[in-house]
């Protein structure tokens, strides 16, 4: 399976202070990782892909119980939000394979993930627009990320390790995949991400939603109960 071609130089210019708000607050976290974790892409990965499960299901939850209030359709958003939470779930288990993250760094993801739940539910509330706007420019972030980390695979610096047999699964990566062809596909699920939530936070500002990255194929994730049925 090859990753699909994704544009590298998609940026939401912000206009408005709702998207400048968005903007400042992703770069502020953005210097926290690259401060905490500096050229250790992996472990950055599995911090940071536990954050970024957050907001879809914080989306998915808001405007479910939003549509049962309201009595209305949902327009495809709660399966989207659900499936990028999931998708995200996927990317953690993964790295956490490759990186065997530290009893310290484990304590870092729950306080992280405590603090960032409780803020991104209230700024859905507050904001859903700037809310998807922020989700946008993290994975405009997360893209950079990945391409330096491919870098530093390419040229030595990290070693392109077997992709793990959870990677192999998912996305249907062939049984010699390594490292690198995991980024890949990881990457073009931040491309997609990115597109589908600035598309999110166009529609809710009355503006064109703009073409959207194509997602890896991947395996569909069947609970127990469906496998015994």
């Not at 879809?56 to 495809?76: Q, S």
Request: net charge negative.
């Amino acid at each position: 399976m090859t990753a699909p071609f994704i544009d590298l130089g998609v940026h939401h210019k912000a206009s408005g202070l709702s998207d400048k708000v968005a903007l400042g607050f992703t770069k502020v976290l953005r210097w926290c990782a690259d401060t905490f974790f500096a050229q250790r892409y992996g472990h950055r990965a599995v911090v940071l892909e536990t954050v970024a499960a957050v907001p879809g299901m914080v989306g998915a939850t808001i405007n479910h119980l939003a549509c049962l209030r309201r009595m209305c359709d949902d327009k495809g958003w709660i399966k989207t939000l659900m499936d990028e939470a999931e998708n995200e779930r996927m990317h953690l288990m993964t790295f956490i394979e490759i990186s065997k993250p530290t009893w310290f760094e484990r304590a870092v993801i729950i306080g992280v993930q405590w603090v960032f739940y409780v803020f991104f539910f209230a700024l859905y509330l507050l904001s859903a627009k700037t809310a998807h706007r922020v989700v946008g420019y993290f994975e405009e972030e997360a893209v950079i990320s990945y391409t330096l980390y491919l870098a530093e695979i390419d040229e030595g610096r990290s070693a392109n390790v077997p992709a793990p047999e959870i990677s192999k699964r998912y996305w249907g990566l062939p049984e010699d995949a390594t490292l690198r062809d995991v980024v890949l596909v990881v990457r073009a699920d931040e491309a997609h991400h990115r597109d589908v939530n600035h598309g999110f936070a166009n529609e809710l500002g009355g503006l064109p939603v703009g073409a959207v990255a194509q997602c890896p194929p991947h395996a569909e994730l069947v609970p127990n109960w469906k496998k015994a049925a």
